[in-house]
């Protein structure tokens, strides 16, 4: 069992930067792979970024690619998210979830088992 909280969502204004920090429990965080994605009002949950367990592998949506950084520290059992230069379109509720495999689909969310509660994120224009 993994239980996953989120924080440092707010307020900030577009062009500014934000991190996300995702904390988990349990002992065996190290093999998790652990993903954010958001939704925003009236939108499907979105895949934005994951990181194996061991950090060696990442991956990014196009929309992020280049502004967001996922990165973790298993000896703290956390998992950030530094985004930078943000858009009113990243404007959203910002969840982590844990997977247990790591597969081809990992932009998928039915390929991951926990999930925290989420996080505002709101980027004013």
């Known amino acids: 069992q993994v239980q996953l909280v989120e924080s440092g969502g707010g307020l900030v204004q577009a062009g500014g930067s934000l991190s996300l920090s995702c904390a988990a429990s349990?002992?065996?965080?190290?093999?998790?792979?652990v993903g954010w994605f958001r939704q925003a009002p009236g939108k499907e949950r979105e895949f934005a970024a994951v990181i194996s367990g061991g950090g060696g592998r990442r991956l990014y949506a196009d929309s992020v690619k280049g502004r967001f950084t996922i990165s973790r520290d298993n000896a703290k059992n956390l998992v950030y998210l530094q985004m930078n230069s943000l858009k009113p379109e990243d404007t959203a509720v910002y969840y982590c979830a844990a997977a247990a495999s790591w597969s081809g689909r990992m932009y998928e969310r039915l390929n991951y088992d926990y999930w925290g509660q989420g996080t505002q994120v709101t980027v004013s224009s």
């Open positions: 349990g002992r065996t965080f190290s093999s998790y792979h």
